[in-house]
């Protein structure tokens, strides 16, 4: 009931998602300077999860980089540099 009273009022003020469809036990949090952008992805579940249209740009805990989807373990996170 929220969610769909949420979709109503953001669709009027263009607010969106940071990531399209993510699942609910998936958390994404973005952080901006002038010279880089973060995007924190936390799966907050026991089990693992596929995250998809993030960002192309580099996992600055593991240095691979990301191409738009991955995997995410049990209560694993990643942060994106883009």
């Given amino acids: 009931m929220v969610e769909g ?15 399209a469809d993510l699942a609910a036990n998936v958390e994404v949090t973005v952080r901006e300077a002038a010279d880089r952008k973060l995007l924190f992805v936390l799966n907050t579940d026991e089990g693992r999860v596929e995250v998809s249209s993030l960002p192309t740009g580099v ?12 995997s995410l373990g049990p209560h694993e996170s ?5």
């Fill in 78 to 82: 990643v942060v994106i540099r883009f």
């Fill in 59 to 70: 996992d600055l805990l593991t240095g691979k980089e990301v191409n738009g989807c991955l």
């Fill in 5 to 19: 009273l949420a979709d109503q009022l953001f669709a009027h003020t263009g607010i969106a998602p940071l990531i």
